[in-house]
């Protein structure tokens, strides 16, 4: 595990957040990309972290945001980046992330559907963690496409 692994929440109004949030989700919370998926890549992201050291504060603002500008639940290219902006937006307001941290957050959910894996720690538990929830949408996980140890030895659990 990394010496310089952030641990905790730079959350400091959730409810604000989560509001937030849902004044602008344009899709049902109980959906597909909804809440649900959101706490599931949550969990599959702290497990991941646990291995690879990846930054805790980052994969929770990750898994809240992520999706939470899409404009409909298939394909929808821009989410991403729309997400990004966002969640910037409300740093400093429900939450806060120095600089680096923040670069992260805006990379990770930029770039999440964008196909490649990264090397850095949080950037790769982030999209391992929303990767292997693929099969929800009928899309099969490449281990390819996974970018942690954990999470391909996740992935191989999961099809037994
Ligand atoms: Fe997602």
Redesign the pocket.
């Known amino acids: 595990m990394s010496r310089n692994q952030a641990f905790g929440s730079a959350i400091h109004d959730r409810e604000g957040l989560v509001r937030a949030i849902r004044e602008q989700y344009v899709l049902h919370w109980d959906g597909i990309?909804g809440w649900d998926?959101?706490m599931r890549?949550l969990e599959n992201g702290q497990r991941i972290a646990s291995e690879n050291g990846a930054d805790l504060r980052v994969i929770e603002l990750f898994a809240l945001l992520?999706?939470s500008c899409r404009h409909n639940d298939g394909l929808d290219p821009h989410h991403g980046p729309r997400a990004a902006d966002f969640a910037l937006g409300l740093n400093g307001n429900f939450f806060t992330l120095e600089d680096k941290a923040a670069e992260l957050l805006h990379l990770g959910i930029r770039d999440?559907t964008a196909g490649y894996v990264h090397e850095e720690p949080t950037i790769c538990a982030c999209w391992d963690a929303?990767r292997l929830?693929l099969p929800r949408v009928g899309i099969q996980t490449h281990p390819d496409y996974l970018g942690t140890d954990l999470a391909k030895r996740m992935l191989k659990e999961r099809k037994l």
């Open positions: 990309h998926h959101w890549v992520h999706d999440h929303d929830e």
